[in-house]
């Protein structure tokens, strides 16, 4: 079982940064897929950044060249750092972590959630 905790969500200002961190249980940390997704009310989650085992990166188009995902190992911690947000960036962030061979940008590539994090982003 890995338990996964976000941190790190808040309101900012159009323009402005966050930095959302995941923190993860087990002893295999290093080896799991970890990714990060959002959820506006009444719409789908969405996929927003992953970052393989061996370090690769990759991001949806709405987001690359803002955000950018990285991880810490030795901590068993996954960060999105979040810059020139946009009122549209709102929503619950959520870190997932896959244990499986593929991951891709589908939630249901994903085996564990955290319980998310409110981003808000005023105009």
């Known amino acids: 079982q890995v338990q996964l905790v976000e941190s790190g969500g808040g309101l900012v200002q159009a323009g402005g940064s966050l930095r ?35 370090g690769n990166t990759y991001y949806a188009d709405s ?30 962030y959520y870190c997932a972590a896959s244990l499986r061979i593929y991951t891709g940008i589908k939630g249901s590539d994903y085996d564990y959630w955290g319980q998310g994090t409110q981003v808000t982003v005023s105009s």
Not at 74 to 86: I, R
């Open 20 to 54: 959302l961190s995941c923190a993860a249980s087990g002893r295999t940390f290093s080896t799991y897929v970890m990714g990060w997704f959002r959820q506006v009310p009444g719409k789908e989650r969405e996929y927003v950044a992953r970052i393989t085992s061996s």
């Open 63 to 92: 987001v690359k060249g803002r955000f950018t995902i990285s991880r810490d190992n030795a901590k068993n911690t996954v960060h999105l750092q979040m810059n020139g947000l946009k009122p549209e960036d709102t929503a619950v």
